[in-house]
């Protein structure tokens, strides 16, 4: 994923439930103010009344000029910026725009049966008095410390 697609950083589970409650209440929105709107001309064509004709929206105003940084607060400015890049690149995110709440690493580290390999078990303890006494003590340690 490149630094671009980075846009959020959080946990899986809750990014899904902020993204359909984002998407209901969209929905929500755009449906009341769609009905509001149809009543409003509802109203006016019961009274008589022209809508007026749509104006042009007014034009944004220009970008401010930036003014010249000084040597100091340029190397400030590099510094967060570097900081930021550094962080979004280590840190694991999802895509907020596809809304899928998965996250790269998910993605990349999903359990696969077939690359796990079998036990060996050559070397493991066989089941005799020394093992047997062990996991009676240990069973006995705790069920002795459980009852204070």
């Excluded at 694991?92 to 060996?120: K, V």
Aim: aromatic content about 8%; charged content about 35%; cysteine-free.
């Amino acid at each position: 994923m490149t630094g671009v697609e980075r846009s959020g950083y959080m946990d899986t589970h809750m990014s899904r439930i902020m993204a359909e409650t984002y998407a209901k209440e969209d929905k929500l929105q755009t449906k009341f103010f769609s009905d509001m709107e149809h009543r409003r001309l509802a109203e006016k064509a019961a009274k008589g009344i022209k809508p007026k004709p749509e104006t042009p929206e007014e034009q944004p105003p220009p970008p401010p000029k930036f003014k010249k940084l000084s040597a100091k607060e340029l190397e400030i400015k590099l510094g967060v910026e570097l900081s930021k890049n550094m962080w979004k690149n280590s840190t694991p995110a999802y895509n907020i725009g596809t809304h899928s709440g998965i996250s790269q690493s998910q993605a990349d580290f999903q359990y696969d049966e077939n690359e796990i390999e079998p036990m060996d078990k050559t070397f493991n303890r066989k089941r005799d008095e020394f093992v047997m006494y062990v996991e009676a003590r240990a069973k006995n340690k705790n069920t002795a410390s459980s009852k204070k």
